[in-house]
């Protein structure tokens, strides 16, 4: 009788842990921040998953609409990646997020292979910040400068002193 016993407790925790299983893997039933003034944001590549909105709100192209990847070639852009994300976030009422205008780490590489000037360099940047701003108008947000004390700029001089790091505040 405790063999039976302990065997029926044995299956039966097996069946549970079955059932939780399959209850814990089904996707949301709906996105945490729905019906919320806040936003719950996720990346896509150059298309935007089926599923995404079942968990997401807000919607960012991650590298797609870096400058590295968006002007590899001066004056040839290359905005796939972007449009997908940004018409997607428009049909089905998404917040667009833009990322990012600058960054020490993925920049087109002509900027700085050239010769261009400091003055070019400038226009160059701000001619990329006006043409995503045109093409994507109704951006809700914008990471401007992506990790500035973290990941040098060798074209910051373009900028103008206002990109330096802040003072250490422990010295």
Known sequence: ???????????????????????????AAAQIAAGKPKFLGNVTGNSVPSNYG???????PENASKWGSVEGTRNQMNWGGVDA??????????????????????????????????????????EWIRLACQRYPNTWA???VNEP??????WKAALGACVSPPPDPLT
């Open 54 to 60: 079942t968990y997401w709100n807000q919607v960012t």
């Open 142 to 144: 914008i990471d401007v």
């Open 85 to 126: 994300a940004y018409n997607w976030a428009q049909a089905n009422g998404y917040k667009f997020k833009f990322h990012n205008f600058v960054w020490g780490a993925q920049y087109p590489g002509w900027l700085t292979s050239t010769g261009l000037t400091t003055a070019q360099q400038r226009a160059e940047i701000e």
């Open 1 to 27: 009788m405790i063999k039976y016993t302990a065997m029926a407790g044995r299956l039966l925790s097996i069946a549970l842990i079955f059932v939780f299983s399959l209850l814990l893997a089904q996707p």
């Open 149 to 154: 004390i973290k990941t040098a700029l060798p």
